[in-house]
Structures are given as C-alpha cells and as structure tokens.
C-alpha cells in the first residue's frame, strides 16, 4: 500500500473510476492538459485521452447543466467546479434539476453525477475561495453531500460516490489536501506521511455513503464533525482533558443518524463543530436530531461551535475560524454545567 | 431510426501551441486597419457588421482615421499610468514572494486597457472592474499608499481586512466593488447605466469581462439587458488568450470572435488592438459618444495577451510555451506609446528613464511607508471590523459573537 496525500488519493480514485468504466468521464475549468488549479486531476488527460478529461467553458451553470444531460444519456460524469463558492452560478441547474429529475419523471431520468469541488477556508481565500455551503446542500432533498476528512475515505467515498446512481456533491476540504490540519495556524504544518489514513491502496474499494466513522471513543460526551474540523477536533479534545467521543460523519446526506444517537445517548453530552456560519448552518438539523432523539439522555444543553454569522473575512481568517480554544472551552462548558 | 454514415464524435478545442511546441499566433486573423474606416458614431448596428471581424489599431498604422488626436501631454500621462502600473505590479508581487501578502495578479502587456479607459471616460463615470485593471486606479492617482495597505491587509486596509488583495473598491474613483466571482458584476455596469438613463443624469457604465468569462451566463444575460433597454454602457472583453490554463477556444474562440457575440444582440461590436494606447482610446471615446447620445450600449474586444501567470498562485510554463509572450504579434503597449511618441518628437530614451526612476522612487516611498503600518499577519485592522458591514447595523448574532470573543 502506498501512503498518498488526499489529492493523490482522490487522483487514484479518478484513475480507478476512468480505467474501469468507459462511461466515467472529467470535466472542468483547467482540469485538461492542466490537471486543476488544485492538481487533483494531473496526468488524468494524458492517462486515459483528452476526451475523458477535459476542459470546461467558465460557465458553472452550463457544466452542471451538461453533466445532467450527460448522466440522463447514461454517462457518469464527475464535473469539477474549481472553488465551491462557484457552485453557487450552478445552484439552479442542482436544486431545481438534477435533485428532481429521477423524482419528477417517476424513474424515466435520473442524473448520476458527481459533482467535485475544493472547499472550506484556512489558505487566505478571501470571501469568494472559502466558503462551506454544505448546509444549503443538506437542505435540498434529492442531493447526497459527502465530505471526507483523510485520504483513505476521501478515495474510497469518491469511488461510491461515481458509482451512486444519485446526484452527490463531493467537498474535497483544501486545508487537508496536502496534510491534516488541527487549526494551530501558528505551528508548522503536519504532512500526510506518517498518517495511518494515509495508507491508500491503488485499486478499487469504497467507503459506503451514510456511515459515519468513530475516530476516538470517549466516555464523557459526543463531537460531532466533518472534513477539516475533524482534526481541530482532535486537538481540541486533548486541550480540553474531557473523555470525548469523536463522530466522523463522513456524509451528511445520507446522515448515519444510528451512530450519532448510539453515542449521545451513551456519553449524554453533544458538541457540534463545523467551519460554516452557524446561523442556519447544518449544525441546527444535528442539534434538532439529537434534541428529538436523546433528549432523556442528555446532561446539558446541545453545543454548536462554529464559524461567525459574517462572511470569510481574509484578515481575520483565525479569527473566524472555530480553533480547538474555542472547541476544548466548549467542551469544558458542556461538563461543568451540570 | 436512422443510422449516421459515420459515428459522431466529440470535438475537445487544444490549443496550436503546449510546452515544449514551437510558438505560434497564426491562428489570429487581423483584417489591416484600413479594413475599418472610423464611421460615425451613430452609424445604424447593420452596417456596423464588419467590424467584429476587423482589427482596430492606430500606432505605427497610418489610421489617420481612428487617431483620436490626443495632445501629447495626455499621451504622456498615459504612459506614465501604465508605466507606474507594471512597476507597481512587479513590486507587489515581490512582496507575495517574501510573504507581505496572500495573493496578488498582474496586467502585465494589458497595461493600455484599464489606463486609457481611465482616461478617456468623465469623473462621474463608473467602471465595473476585473482584476486586471488596476491601471484605472493609477491613471486617476488613487493613492499608491492605500493600495498597498490592502494589499498587506494591514491597519489601514481602505477594505478593513474583509476582501482579498486587489479586489479594490473605489467610488470616487469611479471604481466599484470587485467580487471573486468572474462575471458576477458585468450585468452591475447594464444596471447602473440604466439607473442614469432613468434618472435622465449623463454618466455611462463601462463593464470589463475576461474571454474566459464570456461562457458565464452573467455575460449573455448583461447584453441581452443592455440591448432591450439601450443601455448607455460599453461592455468591453479583454481577450487576453488565456483564461488560466485554458486556450481562448474553450470560450469559443475557434467559431468566432468575441466582438461578434455582440451581432446576435443587436448591438455594435468593435474588435480593437488592446495593445495599442490610442486604439484602445478611440475606440472608448467612439463607444462613449453613442451611449451619451442615447444610442445605447457598444461590445468591445481588446486583443491583448497576459504576459504573466493568471496569479501568483500559477506557472503558465506549464501549459505554454514559455517562450511565447516574446512571440505575441501585437507587441508591448508600454513600448508601443513610448516609440510613438518618440516618433513626434515628444519624448525621448533619456526623459523614459528619468520618468522610471522617478515612478520607482515614488513606489518605494509608498511602499516604505505602508510597511510600516505593517504587512500581512503582522497588522491588522481591529477584529472588531469583522462583524461589521454584514448588515447596515449590527444584528443580536454580532453582538453576542463579538462578545464571545471578548471585544
Ligand atoms: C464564477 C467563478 N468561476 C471560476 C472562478 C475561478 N477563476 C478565477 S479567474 C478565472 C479565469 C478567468 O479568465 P478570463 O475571464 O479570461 O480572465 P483573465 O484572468 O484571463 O484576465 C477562473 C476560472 C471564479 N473566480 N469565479
């Protein structure tokens, strides 16, 4: 087995899906001769022909549009939008279209496409290259929103992901693509090397949508989390000393709603982090699962950390950025409150 | 069901030239100047067709035509803005290489676009920028200072901290807001300039999109917009080849030209040498006089070319020639105003290099003191400024997260 860094782990996963099915095909902005802005493409074009992987007009709409036509003709495309803030131009083509199209034409279409896209902040993105617009996905029913945090899940979950028959969008977090990130910005940057998620084998295997991952078991209270804030997590947990049970949820649609109420309704306390605002966020649909399903079991109040209700601010990156301070001094305030 | 004669195939534009190929503008059409004699400015569109097809330039092409007859001191100031602007950009992206900054991008061989529009259009008039213009802001003498600072998004950040570098905004400039998403602001500038129609005011909207960017839907929605409504607005496309690592043909530049998207609207389309200052002028001021006279809006393609990488984030050598900014066949615009002026006998080798020590000494000055405000990470606006502006007031969640961080 190879140790990989997340985007060669997501490189090999798009190997794989290319090499074994004919109908797996890659487009989008510089993803070509280029291999993407973020590389995760590279050598893609040359391996398999300039007619699996190629080259997409700046047009995020017209991609998505394209790679539901694509998918209604049969085809497994995995579009690539090069920043998830730009999947906003294509917001129309995934809510209205490729959501409805299996529902509303009783079966006769369907639109299996997986659309890839970097996402999260912590690299001095400014407004418009840092954003987590994972909850607007989460509300729409008919879409699939997974989000790996390593790069074994991040090959295996976007192999099942291609081979969903449902449209799934895949969140690749940046901060991780070259090593774990536990949102010590001051402190010199981990590697994968050395990581044992980072032993990836070369062939195909899946990680199954909708089964969340229990990284730490812990006695005294349940994190839940995804992507980037999986490693804040870990740190926070050890600054705060409480025995907390770490949730990977991996997907949130499908949501393995079973493990988190197992855990909650053992440990009796919940803490949520996710990097996204957290007015609306997608921390208020686990809180209100949790609130509904373990209510009896819980010793305090639910937790939400999270990114502040502004915009990215490019200055005051760490500043919005929930750190492990602000996840060890939510969990010390979920023990001593009660 | 019929069979096809031969199976169909998919088409996948490639460019003429990747690393290690020889370089290569052959593909470029231009139609000599003489082609297209200046017309009148309220020449009906039907008999403007032919000008997406031709090529626009001045110096060095006997277009006696098209010289909008600009007093050398005027030319000066011209190549004295994009003169400071390339200056400016090499400093600034020094800077990013020893970590003053996050992020910046250059125009560097596009200099003439955003300075002679700068110039050529009224105070009152807004431009709605892509970040390859900042030769606008300089043509107008906005302080070199404040741009720095945003750049090191330190205390006197003019942004406070909450936009990326180079993302400008200046409105007394006639500046507006730049936002990361390419294309987002082009319907802006059709909507402005229908708000001064409708207010019966005498300013025109100029909107800036990169070839790339024509793709984008925004493109086609803004002029269609200004179509229907006769928008006083020039909406101008820097075609500069390259979109990132993507060919101008995967904007669709193997059809057609991007000054002829504007025949399908109705609307005049003009194809200009982008590298050539007073084409670039002229071809403003010709835009500018029809919008003023209700005429409506004017498509404009500068053929240019991006000397640099799209961004300090990118290396073009791994996708092009790297010899190929020294093949481009139309030239440095910097270069080109500089020997023109030459020529009439209005400049000279020795009054060059005196204006670029000069520039350069002001640049340092500007940049010595914006450093000791402080660079990226080393000085910030009050974190405070993180909450603000989200809304015109401060909504509970700002109050109580502010709270929570102890300010
Ligand atoms: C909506 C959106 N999609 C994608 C991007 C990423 N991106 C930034 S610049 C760029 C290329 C733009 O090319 P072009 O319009 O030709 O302008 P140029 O950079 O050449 O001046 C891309 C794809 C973005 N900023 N916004």
Known sequence: MATMTMIQALNSALDVKLGDDPDTLIFGQDVGYFGGVFRVTDGLQKKHGMQRCFDAPISEGGIIATAIGMGAYGLRPVPEIQFADYILPAFDQLVSEAARLRYRSNGEFWAPITVRSPYGGGIFGGQTHSQSPEAIFAHITGLKTVIPSNPFDAKGLLIAAIEDDDPVIFLEPKRLYNGPFDGRHDQALKTWAGDPTAEVPEGHYTVPLGKAAIVRQGSEATILAYGTMVHVAKAGIADSGVDAELIDLRSIVPLDVDTIVASVTKTGRCVILHEASRFGGFGGELAALVQERCFWALKSPIERVAGWDTPYPHAFEWDYFPGPGRLAKALKRTMENH | ?407
């Open chain 2, 1 to 407: 069901m019929t069979d096809n004669a031969v199976p169909l195939r998919l088409h996948i534009p490639q460019p003429v030239a990747r690393p290690g190929d020889a370089s290569r503008f052959d593909y470029l059409s231009f139609v000599p100047g003489a082609a297209v004699q200046r017309p009148e400015f309220d020449t009906p569109e039907p008999e403007l067709r032919e000008f997406p097809y031709g090529l626009i330039r001045v110096i060095g092409e006997d277009n006696a035509a098209w010289d909008p007859g600009l007093d050398p001191e005027m030319m000066r100031s011209g190549l004295r803005a994009m003169l400071q602007t390339r200056l400016f950009e090499d400093r600034m992206f020094r800077a990013h290489r020893q970590g003053k900054t996050s992020f910046f991008m250059k125009s560097t061989g596009e200099e003439a676009i955003g300075v002679a529009q700068s110039l050529a259009l009224a105070p009152g008039d807004m431009c709605f920028p892509t970040y390859r213009v900042q030769g606008w802001l300089i043509a107008r003498d906005y302080p070199l200072e404040d741009m720095i600072n945003q750049i090191y998004s330190n205390e006197k950040d003019p942004l406070k901290g909450r936009q990326l570098p180079i993302l400008y905004s200046a409105r007394d400039y006639g500046f507006y807001s730049l936002s990361g998403n390419v294309g987002s602001r082009f319907g802006h500038a059709v909507g402005w300039a229908m708000a001064s129609a409708y207010k019966g005011a005498c300013h025109i909207a100029l909107g800036y999109i990169g070839e790339g960017t024509t793709a984008e839907g925004d493109f086609h929605e803004a002029l269609t917009f200004a179509s229907v409504y006769r928008a006083p607005a020039i909406l101008v496309i820097t075609n500069n080849q390259w979109a990132i690592s993507s060919f101008a043909g995967i904007a669709g530049a193997e059809q057609t030209t991007f000054a002829a998207k504007a025949l399908a609207y109705g609307l005049p389309g003009l194809r200009v040498d982008g590298n050539d200052f007073l084409a670039v002028w002229a071809a403003t001021k010709w835009a500018a006089d029809r919008a003023r006279a209700n005429l409506g809006a004017t498509v404009i393609e500068f053929v240019t070319y991006r000397v640099a990488g799209h961004s300090t984030s990118d290396d073009p050598t791994k996708y092009r020639p790297a010899d190929e900014p020294s093949h481009w066949p139309l030239g440095d615009p910097i270069e080109r105003l500089k020997v023109h002026l030459i020529d009439v006998g209005e400049w000279s080798e020795e009054r060059h290099a005196q204006l670029e020590s000069e520039l350069t000494e002001t640049l340092r000055a500007a940049q010595r003191a914006a450093e000791a405000i402080g660079t990226l990470g080393k000085s910030k606006p009050s974190v405070a400024e993180m909450f603000e502006g989200v809304f015109k007031e401060l909504d509970w969640r700002a109050i109580e997260q502010r709270r929570e961080i102890g300010i």
